[in-house]
């Protein structure tokens, strides 16, 4: 610290910088664990996410200087160990909260119970994960943009749990499940050796998508424009007794 403010007591919005809420059903937990480390080590606090070494304790001439950032005094310590608390409790949904969060505990004793909380549910996440990700069907989303991207959110989060699916299997689960109306570009995607990635499989079908969606436009004004024509009245006959009546 050497008479300098340390970095971690500037962080004002940790959600800033970890945008991520962990909760029970998120199965986000690699990719929070991933940011808070590297959070961590740019402002110099990842050893309060390891069991404490403690160091010889700071001399006199020491203290009244300020203790160095590798060696910090014991006050100094527990500030920077709360703040790592804090900015864990700030990341976690309220039930996480509840479950870890104990008297006197230290950034450390909470990290750990996390990792332990999660290494303990894998299995049911797991089966959750996969269940949802079958009865995932594009007929339940608003576009295909919001379809293919729910199959790549949970594709993720079995990769998280240390299931993670190949791209093959991504594609031919997003291909599996698409609507009739897409039923011949899923073939020809099915069809094409090698298979494409996902993204670009992607791409294809909301450029389908948006083909369609225009044809559809075209068609409609079409059938207005000629329904709009056959509605007029005849002009050879606007003006005859039975059309005055």
Known sequence: MDGKIHPAVTISNIKLFIPITLD?????????????RIHCTVYMVDDHLKPRVVGPTPSTGDKDKGASSTNPTPDQWKRLDAIVLQWIYGTISIDLLQTVM???TTAYDAWIALENLFQDNKSSRALHLQTKLTNTRLDSF???AAYCQEVKVLADQLSDIDLPLSQTQIVLKLLGVVTEQYSTIAAIIRNTDPLPEFNSVRSTLCR???????QALQSATAASHALAA????????????????
Do not use: C, I, V
């Open 24 to 36: 029970n059903e998120s199965a986000q937990y690699n990719t929070w664990w991933e940011l808070f």
């Open 102 to 104: 104990k008297k006197q």
């Open 142 to 144: 608003k576009d295909m």
């Open 208 to 214: 389908e998508e948006t083909e369609k969606a225009a």
């Open 230 to 245: 056959t509605s007029k009245p005849d002009p050879q006959h606007a003006d005859s007794p039975s059309g005055n009546r």
